[in-house]
């Protein structure tokens, strides 16, 4: 088989600890699945040295007698200390520039005198002509160059609410964005690709192919070279990644129509296509669920576990695959696989995805998969580590103003499995 290419940060050793543990229990399928699965656990985050492999030696054998496994907390929704926005500019095709007003959300329409606010399909600024103030008004579409370094914030909402599963949600934040941008969609500087690609992402979710179709329509001259678009790297590099995008959501608009097994084959070519650790990770995604509709329970934990193994960088990926891998894990949970406790296994899982990912969707289905004892022990967990996170905020905001924070409050919060990122050459298919 040909095997795509990626980079992946070592975790190879905790992947030698389960094939280690697969020769000292019995060969087996079913055996090095659930030594995989402790790999995935145990996935280191860098290359360990010598003492550190012991020290994880150690940790496997304990996690492989029931112990829970011990780790340093990853959060995907980590708190950051805010940032100053960078200045906006418009560049017009008539040689002036424009300074526009950073309000919180540039899309509101509130006004500064002296400098242009969006109201689209314009934008306008008051001038002193005289002694007079006049309101002097821009079309969108007459931009020819664009400096807007920072995220739009509804586009930053969007992806918020598309992490949390409030797909709906998504989808109005990032259209005023897509809307304001659709003008100026090929113009260097534009959001419109970025607000595009998570529309199509949110829209994919709600398996409204009539948005789907239509976006891939506007995409489409755009990938294939028919509309000029700015050449610089960064533009390049969105633009190949689109048609990731779209390939993804043909994928899924065939899985929707129930062909499984043409799904599997595109999956696989798909695999030996790509070299992006985000793309892997979302086809691999697709393939384990349509093991899962296939009863496949041991092929689909491999596939979801290959997600946070090899392709971790994702990290919005990960819960979805852990979430999946635990599907796999009930599914193989037969009388015969009893001493492998894969029940417990799958508890772990869940409490992982509840404390290290307490906004996502799949954090809220884990909640509704564990008894109420282990819920409320996890959303504890889950509370401490976010707390921590935001006091961690705090103390940044606190220091870059030269002020000392207030002692954060001791945490006794168990710590979740770290989650392993991409970082030495790997196979990408099966």
Avoid at 256 to 277: M, Q, T, W, Y
Avoid at 322 to 333: D, E, H, P, R, W
Wanted: aromatic fraction near 6%.
């Amino acid at each position: 088989m040909k095997h795509a290419k990626t980079t992946l940060r070592p975790n190879s050793f905790a992947l030698k600890t389960a094939k280690a543990a697969t020769a000292a229990g019995g060969a087996g399928a079913a055996t090095f699945a659930a030594a995989l699965a402790l790999a995935a656990l145990l996935a280191l985050p860098a290359a360990p040295d010598a003492s550190a492999q012991s020290a994880n030696g150690a940790r496997a054998a304990g996690a492989a007698a029931g112990a829970r496994p011990a780790a340093k907390p990853a959060l995907a929704t980590t708190a950051e200390a805010p940032k100053a926005r960078k200045p906006i500019f418009f560049y017009w095709r008539t040689g002036d520039k424009w300074d526009i007003w950073p309000v919180n959300d540039y899309f509101s329409g509130e006004n500064s005198p002296k400098k242009g606010t969006i109201r689209p399909p314009f934008v306008v600024r008051t001038v002193t002509t005289g002694g007079s103030n006049m309101e002097e008004k821009k079309a969108i579409a007459d931009i020819g160059h664009i400096s807007w370094e920072d995220e739009p914030q509804p586009l930053e909402q969007a992806r918020e609410l598309l992490a949390r599963g409030k797909f709906l949600e998504s989808l109005t934040a990032v259209d005023k964005v897509v809307s304001f941008f659709d003008k100026v969609k090929t113009v260097q500087g534009s959001w419109w690709l970025d607000a595009a690609s998570v529309k199509l992402e949110a829209a994919m979710q709600l398996k409204n192919d009539l948005i789907v179709n239509d976006l891939i329509a506007q995409f489409d001259p755009i990938v294939n070279g028919s509309i000029q678009t700015f050449s610089d790297d960064k533009s390049v590099v969105k633009i190949e990644r689109l048609k990731d995008r779209i390939r993804l959501a043909r994928i899924d608009q065939m899985r929707r129509k129930g062909d499984i097994a043409a799904v599997l084959r595109e999956c696989e070519a798909f695999i030996k296509d790509s070299v992006n650790p985000e793309t892997l990770a979302q086809v691999h995604l697709i393939k384990g669920e349509c093991q899962l509709e296939q009863k496949k329970y041991e092929a689909a934990m491999n596939t979801f576990l290959r997600v946070s193994v090899f392709y971790g960088s994702s990290i919005k990926d990960v819960p979805a695959a852990q979430l999946g891998a635990v599907k796999a894990f009930k599914g193989m949970n037969s009388p015969q696989n009893r001493h492998l406790r894969l029940e417990d296994v799958a508890n772990r899982y869940l409490n992982d995805i509840i404390t290290r990912f307490p906004l996502t969707k799949e954090a809220e289905i884990a909640k509704k998969m564990l008894t109420k004892e282990e819920r409320e022990k996890a959303i504890e967990r889950a509370d401490a580590t976010t707390e921590a996170a935001i006091n961690a905020a705090e103390t940044a905001t606190a220091n870059s103003a030269g002020t000392t924070p207030a002692p954060a409050p001791d945490t006794d919060a168990a710590p979740a499995a770290e989650t392993p990122a991409p970082a030495a050459e790997t196979p990408a298919g099966e």
